[in-house]
């Protein structure tokens, strides 16, 4: 008798995993696989075109992908032939019918530098990214300050050193009359 109902109960349980899957793992939505879209060449200096693509089957025939470009000034940023005035650019493409996305010209801003991140998604695919790092005339990554933005740090900090030294002068003056 109680195997009988041992029996039942593992069969309920096992009907009721089953039958009450959560809805998110019967989602439509498609997983690309790793590295499913890139950019070419991966390195690039500020104001070139680079290309981004998606490997076949990334998307669905024919569908809408919206492509983002995401940096600092990624206003500057152009999609194909169109400008755009905020600071994250996207455009919306058609894939092709086996689910790939064509090379995309994106031209970078002229005062690019960091990072760019480039995202493609569409409303049943988790869709693919790419990054492009920008560097400089001689092939090396942009980062820190240039000596432009160092000026102003220089003068404040030439100023700091006037009024300290001039202050330490006043001590020293107020001190000997003091004494005197």
């Known amino acids: 008798m109680r195997t009988a109902r041992r029996a039942a109960l593992v069969a309920a349980l096992a009907?009721?995993?089953?039958v009450g899957a959560p809805a998110a793992a019967q989602a439509s939505t498609i997983y690309p696989p790793s590295g499913?879209?890139?950019?070419?060449?991966?390195?690039?200096?500020?104001?070139?075109t680079i290309d981004?693509?998606?490997?076949?089957?990334?998307?669905?025939?024919?569908?809408?992908?919206?492509?983002?470009?995401t940096g600092e000034n990624g206003a500057?940023?152009?999609?194909?032939?169109?400008?755009f005035a905020i600071s994250t650019a996207s455009e919306v493409v058609t894939s092709q019918?086996?689910?790939?996305?064509?090379?995309?010209?994106?031209?970078?801003?002229?005062?690019?530098?960091?990072?760019?991140?480039?995202?493609?998604?569409?409303s049943t695919s988790a869709g693919g990214t790419?990054?492009?790092?920008?560097?400089?005339?001689?092939?090396?990554?942009?980062?820190?300050?240039?000596?432009?933005?160092?000026?102003?740090?220089?003068i404040g900090g030439g100023?700091?050193?006037a009024a300290g030294a001039a202050l330490g002068i006043a001590a020293i003056v107020r001190r000997r009359r003091d004494s005197d």
């Open 97 to 122: 019918t086996n689910g790939s996305l064509s090379p995309l010209d994106i031209t970078l801003p002229s005062n690019a530098s960091g990072t760019y991140n480039i995202a493609a998604i569409s």
């Open 36 to 48: 499913a879209c890139t950019t070419s060449p991966a390195t690039a200096q500020p104001g070139s």
């Open 159 to 161: 100023a700091l050193v």
């Open 15 to 18: 009907t009721i995993a089953v």
């Open 130 to 154: 790419a990054a492009v790092s920008i560097t400089g005339a001689n092939g090396l990554p942009v980062t820190g300050l240039d000596s432009g933005s160092m000026l102003g740090l220089w």
């Open 52 to 69: 981004f693509e998606c490997a076949a089957g990334t998307f669905s025939s024919n569908e809408s992908v919206t492509v983002t470009v």
């Open 76 to 83: 500057g940023a152009t999609i194909g032939m169109v400008r």
